[in-house]
């Protein structure tokens, strides 16, 4: 089995960055697209932003575009994602996604086998 578990969300102002990290553990061979998705409240669940296995493809969210940034460490079986100039509107919980054997990256939601737990992220105006 593959475990997903995000961390670095909190409280912070409009403006300001973050730094958001999903580590992967346990069956970690052959883990290839990931992506991270978020959840705004009483909303559903949108794309945000995704890597291939390299790195090298990579795609977001027109709303994340020019503020975030998507990057892995394979070594360290390590997803990040940089987040600044926050905005109210990036409120939410933030969700680290996997697939194993994946190649490419994707926007939707059944692309990917393994989620984490999120981790909030609250913007204050």
């Known amino acids: 089995q593959v475990q997903l578990v995000e961390s670095g969300g909190g409280l912070v102002q409009a403006g300001d960055s973050l730094t958001l990290s999903c580590v992967v553990s346990g069956r970690t061979f052959g883990i290839g697209r990931m992506a991270w998705f978020r959840q705004a409240p009483g909303k559903e669940r949108e794309f945000a932003a995704a890597?291939?296995?390299?790195?090298?493809?990579?795609y977001y969210a027109d709303s994340v575009k020019g503020r975030f940034t998507i990057s892995r460490d394979n070594a360290k079986h390590t997803l990040y994602l940089q987040m600044n100039s926050l905005k109210p509107e990036d409120t939410g919980v933030y969700y680290c996604?996997?697939?194993?054997w994946g190649s490419g990256t994707s926007t939707q939601e059944n692309e990917y086998q393994y989620w984490g737990q999120g981790t909030q992220v609250t913007v204050s105006s």
């Open positions: 996604a996997a697939n194993q």
């Open positions: 890597s291939s296995v390299s790195g090298r493809t990579i």
